[in-house]
């Protein structure tokens, strides 16, 4: 709600809703070069046209920092909001989408668009409640940017401009306590239980089944087939577009090779792609896909 914004915010906020056209919540994000923007309204990220990043920002959420730069923490948890209150399906799955395009520019070092946004609500009742919907959304004419991304801390850093600035450690604080985030668990402390190659590869195929489902395509799991890859990718219409070899990783199982059947069908299927999860059980798994000839330039790939 506009109360919980601060109020330099909140003048940017008022004087872009005023001076620009009369756009609802979804023609905003339209316009910006999102076609899928109907269709997928209650996300909070999206991608643009020309690979393009654009991302929600709470006004609610902002704050304002040394030299009147703006900021705001990026939860990584996906399966609870602030206050330990668990998402439904719908909502870690929205959750995970938006980190997946945020780390994606942080990683490739780029900027992300963003619509400002403030909520009918206060903003603790953000997903729990029927009624919170959008009350104003502006398009911010200035880019964003990740400046850090900290899984052991829970939280990645927003910042609004040009790079070469950081909240200090104090202003993080400070954004901490005004959310009602808890400090990171002290090292030692998080669940020691084995994860299995298994329950990673698994991870990484359900991921991959949801990533293609999400854009419209239809994603049949064929693994248990030996075929030489592990999911058929298809247009709504059963035209087959891809053949997708996947793999897990995570730091327990950093490494990844070809079986010989999947070594057979990269020679002779010009369909056939290698998909790489990262971190598929974690909350902020992100992938990368790769042609035959590319293979090598996986991480952890071992050759023959």
Same mark, same amino acid.
């Given at each position: 709600?506009?109360?919980?914004?601060?109020?330099?915010?909140?003048?940017?906020?008022?004087?872009?809703?005023?001076?620009?056209?009369?756009?609802?919540?979804?023609?905003?994000?339209?316009?910006?070069?999102?076609?899928?923007?109907?269709?997928?309204?209650?996300?909070?990220?999206?991608?643009?046209?020309?690979?393009?990043?654009?991302?929600?920002?709470?006004?609610?959420?902002?704050?304002?920092?040394?030299?009147?730069?703006?900021?705001?923490?990026?939860?990584?948890?996906?399966?609870?909001?602030?206050?330990?209150?668990?998402?439904?399906?719908?909502?870690?799955?929205?959750?995970?989408?938006?980190?997946?395009?945020?780390?994606?520019?942080?990683?490739?070092?780029?900027?992300?668009?963003?619509?400002?946004?403030?909520?009918?609500?206060?903003?603790?009742?953000?997903?729990?409640?029927?009624?919170?919907?959008?009350?104003?959304?502006?398009?911010?004419?200035?880019?964003?940017?990740?400046?850090?991304?900290?899984?052991?801390?829970? *939280?990645? +850093?927003? /910042?609004? $401009?040009?790079?070469?600035?950081? @909240?200090?450690?104090?202003?993080?604080?400070?954004? !901490? #306590?005004?959310?009602?985030?808890?400090?990171?668990?002290?090292?030692?402390?998080?669940?020691?239980?084995?994860?299995?190659?298994?329950?990673?590869?698994?991870?990484?195929?359900?991921?991959?089944?949801?990533?293609?489902?999400?854009?419209?395509?239809?994603?049949?799991?064929?693994?248990?087939?030996?075929?030489?890859?592990?999911?058929?990718?298809?247009?709504?219409?059963?035209?087959?577009? *891809?053949? +997708?070899? /996947?793999? $897990?990783?995570?730091?327990?199982? @950093?490494?990844?090779?070809?079986?010989?059947?999947? !070594? #057979?069908?990269?020679?002779?299927?010009?369909?056939?792609?290698?998909?790489?999860?990262?971190?598929?059980?974690?909350?902020?798994?992100?992938?990368?896909?790769?042609?035959?000839?590319?293979?090598?330039?996986?991480?952890?790939?071992?050759?023959?």
């Amino acid at each position: 709600m506009d109360q919980e914004v601060d109020p330099q915010v909140l003048a940017v906020i008022n004087e872009k809703r005023l001076s620009g056209p009369r756009l609802n919540p979804v023609e905003i994000v339209e316009k910006m070069g999102v076609l899928a923007a109907r269709e997928r309204p209650f996300d909070h990220a999206w991608l643009a046209s020309g690979d393009g990043v654009i991302a929600t920002i709470w006004g609610e959420h902002v704050m304002v920092g040394t030299g009147a730069r703006w900021f705001s923490l990026e939860l990584l948890d996906t399966q609870f909001r602030t206050g330990g209150r668990a998402r439904s399906p719908n909502q870690v799955q929205r959750a995970k989408d938006r980190l997946v395009l945020l780390k994606r520019t942080f990683d490739s070092q780029q900027t992300f668009r963003a619509v400002l946004q403030t909520n009918r609500v206060p903003i603790d009742e953000l997903e729990s409640n029927k009624s919170a919907k959008v009350s104003t959304r502006v398009r911010d004419d200035e880019e964003w940017h990740v400046a850090a991304w900290e899984p052991d801390e829970g *939280l990645a +850093v927003l /910042v609004r $401009g040009a790079r070469g600035w950081v @909240p200090s450690g104090a202003e993080v604080q400070a954004a !901490r #306590a005004r959310r009602g985030v808890p400090d990171a668990p002290k090292a030692g402390t998080a669940d020691s239980t084995p994860v299995s190659g298994e329950d990673v590869q698994a991870a990484a195929l359900a991921y991959v089944t949801r990533h293609f489902s999400g854009y419209g395509y239809k994603a049949k799991d064929v693994s248990s087939q030996h075929l030489g890859y592990d999911i058929e990718v298809s247009s709504p219409k059963g035209e087959t577009l *891809l053949k +997708v070899a /996947v793999k $897990g990783t995570s730091l327990a199982a @950093p490494r990844l090779e070809l079986s010989s059947d999947e !070594r #057979a069908c990269s020679a002779r299927e010009k369909l056939w792609r290698l998909l790489v999860v990262s971190d598929p059980l974690g909350s902020a798994a992100q992938h990368r896909i790769y042609k035959a000839t590319e293979v090598s330039q996986a991480p952890g790939f071992e050759g023959e």
